[in-house]
């Protein structure tokens, strides 16, 4: 079997980070929620990267470091202690955004090890998840992701070995051996 995770809110609680590593930084900077808040409004459905937003608020690229650190605190240690016994063959990211922003991201959780393949998309994730399909056809494939709207597109006809969960931050111990 195979796995397809995606990197934000399923491998890494990126909302909650958001919340509580990304405002407050950006708030000792003396950037207030309010105006972050109506940065992600404007930016929104436009790839979002640490760096671009440093540069809206006219903040420093040292910045970044400050912003970056520390984020693997907010790895999903439970789901990855589950990805750990899958074995780094079997296991691949699709990651929806900015490549430089995703992989630099990705790099510092220090989860890149656990994967055979990362792959950053700027557009539907199908693409990527059915020629992982293609290359494994004689095997299931799971595509976890905590977007339903990526799994809208997939050929499940051409691609019965395709299954997909929809994550919650449930647990996947039952489908991941
Ligand atoms: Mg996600």
Redesign the pocket.
């Known amino acids: 079997m195979k796995y397809i995770f995606?990197?934000?809110?399923?491998l890494f609680q990126t909302g909650r980070r958001r919340y509580e590593h990304m405002y407050p930084r950006l708030k000792k900077a003396g950037i207030s929620t309010h105006d972050i808040d109506e940065y992600y409004q404007k930016v929104r459905g436009e790839l979002f990267s640490m760096k671009k937003l440093l540069a809206h608020f006219s903040l420093k690229e040292d910045y970044y470091e400050e912003m970056m650190r520390e984020i693997e605190t907010f790895n999903n240690e439970e789901l990855l202690k589950e990805i750990k016994k899958l074995g780094k063959s079997n296991c691949y990211i699709i990651s929806y955004g900015d490549t430089e922003f995703q992989l630099d991201k990705i790099k510092r959780t220090g989860v890149a090890s656990l994967f055979s393949e990362i792959i950053v998309v700027q557009e539907s994730k199908k693409k990527m998840v059915e020629k992982i399909c293609t290359k494994h056809k004689d095997e299931k494939v799971f595509f976890i992701?905590?977007?339903a709207e990526n799994f809208k597109d997939l050929d499940f006809k051409k691609y019965p070995n395709l299954k997909t969960i929809l994550y919650t931050g449930q647990n996947l111990e039952s489908y991941l051996q």
């Not at 995606?6 to 399923?10: A, I, K, P």
């Open positions: 995606d990197f934000d809110d399923v992701d905590d977007k």
